[in-house]
């Protein structure tokens, strides 16, 4: 699988959109774009994944850039309950099982 | 539909013993995964089951080992603990064995001494 680089940490207003980037420049053709997220304490969650269409979901969208080698993450009206690690996983789908690799994610502080 | 249920939910145990836990996937689920999550590593993946069968395997020594019941329901095995498994286990249930989306459990904290 490839590997992700995402920053370190981030900081977001309470109710203003918080867009978290990654980094996959070695990404394959089959690979997909995951995003699960961790809330202290808690198992990771799972939040949107994409191939190469922009998607969105009750919980966030996801923005593939063109040629695939990085992704952002955009929680449009974030929340003090939205503060978690996050982390970009890019994986292919089929024959390949369901084993994820975190990287060490970006922790999001979002703040009142 | 009640969510990944793992016992114990906390653990302490001697270096040297060994431990098992127990992870109960979501309903219809047939995958389950374990991961070991630790302040220095982070999130690790250490082995996945399907439909009673071995599938994938982290890199983790042979002591640690798994198993996957008919009713899918799942158990990992540390032997001779040592400080070093220290840590947050985590089980992740999916329907199929190519499924987007996993569900975690809330993990066992082990705590060796």
């Known amino acids: 699988d490839a590997k992700t680089t995402q920053p370190p940490s981030m900081d977001c207003a309470e109710g203003r959109a918080a867009n978290l980037p990654c980094n996959h420049s070695?990404?394959?053709?089959?690979?997909?774009v995951y995003w699960y997220r961790q809330i202290h304490s808690q198992g990771p969650q799972y939040i949107i994944h994409?191939?190469?269409n922009n998607e969105t979901n009750e919980m966030a969208s996801l923005i593939i850039t063109e040629d695939r080698k990085s992704s952002t993450l955009i929680l449009p009206h974030a929340t003090l309950r939205d503060t978690a690690v996050y982390y970009c996983?890019?994986?292919?789908?089929?024959?390949?099982?369901?084993?994820?690799?975190f990287g060490g994610g970006t922790r999001l502080m979002v703040k009142p | 539909k009640a969510g990944v249920t793992q016992t114990p939910r906390y653990l302490i145990k001697t270096r040297g013993q060994q431990v098992t836990l127990s992870c109960s996937p979501i309903?219809?689920?047939?995958?389950v995964s374990w991961y070991q999550q630790t302040p220095g590593q982070g999130l690790q993946f250490l082995f996945e089951?399907?439909?009673?069968?071995?599938?994938n395997k982290g890199n983790f020594p042979g002591r640690f080992s798994g198993r996957q019941f008919s009713n899918s329901r799942s158990e990992m095995n540390v032997s001779t603990l040592e400080l070093g498994d220290s840590a947050l286990y985590l089980c992740?249930?999916?329907?199929?064995?190519?499924?987007?989306?996993?569900?975690f459990g809330p993990g066992t904290r082990l705590t060796v001494t």
């Open positions: 992740a249930s999916s329907f199929t064995g190519n499924s987007y989306e996993q569900y």
């Open positions: 070695t990404i394959s053709g089959n690979e997909y």
């Open positions: 994409g191939l190469k």
């Open positions: 996983i890019v994986r292919v789908l089929i024959n390949a099982g369901n084993m994820l690799t």
């Open positions: 309903s219809g689920h047939r995958s």
């Open positions: 089951y399907f439909s009673e069968t071995q599938r």
